[in-house]
């Protein structure tokens, strides 16, 4: 069982930046493939990013490519998103997932999500 706490989003103005973080329980977080997703206003949920439980593999959506980056710690039982450049259309309830190394997303854990604003 893993728990997640997602946190860092509010409301910036186009071309800045925010750093999420996703605080995880259970102790077998390192083993876990780390994901960010993202909904939007009458939207579906949607794949953002996603880190191997190693750090040695990372992908990302091509609409976020070049301006986020996904990391992890493991030690901390954290996953981060760092997102730079923001652009009014990265508004969205952003979600963190934690899923088993072989499984898909949507037999993942999954946190409360963070709201971020992007103003124009």
């Known amino acids: 069982q893993v728990q997640l706490v997602e946190s860092g989003g509010g409301l910036v103005q186009a071309g800045g930046s925010l750093r999420l973080s996703c605080a995880a329980s259970?102790?077998?977080?390192?083993?876990?493939?780390m994901g960010w997703f993202r909904q939007a206003p009458g939207k579906e949920r949607e794949f953002v990013a996603g880190?191997?439980?190693?750090?040695?593999?990372?992908n990302y959506a091509d609409s976020v490519k070049g301006r986020f980056t996904i990391s992890r710690d493991n030690a901390k039982n954290t996953v981060y998103l760092q997102m730079n450049s923001l652009k009014p259309e990265d508004t969205a309830v952003y979600y963190c997932?934690?899923?088993?190394?072989?499984?898909?997303?949507?037999?993942?854990?999954w946190g409360q999500g963070t709201q971020v604003t992007v103003s124009s």
């Open positions: 997932n934690a899923r088993p190394t072989i499984g898909s997303w949507t037999q993942g854990y």
């Open positions: 880190i191997s439980w190693n750090n040695g593999n990372t």
């Open positions: 259970g102790r077998t977080f390192n083993r876990y493939v």
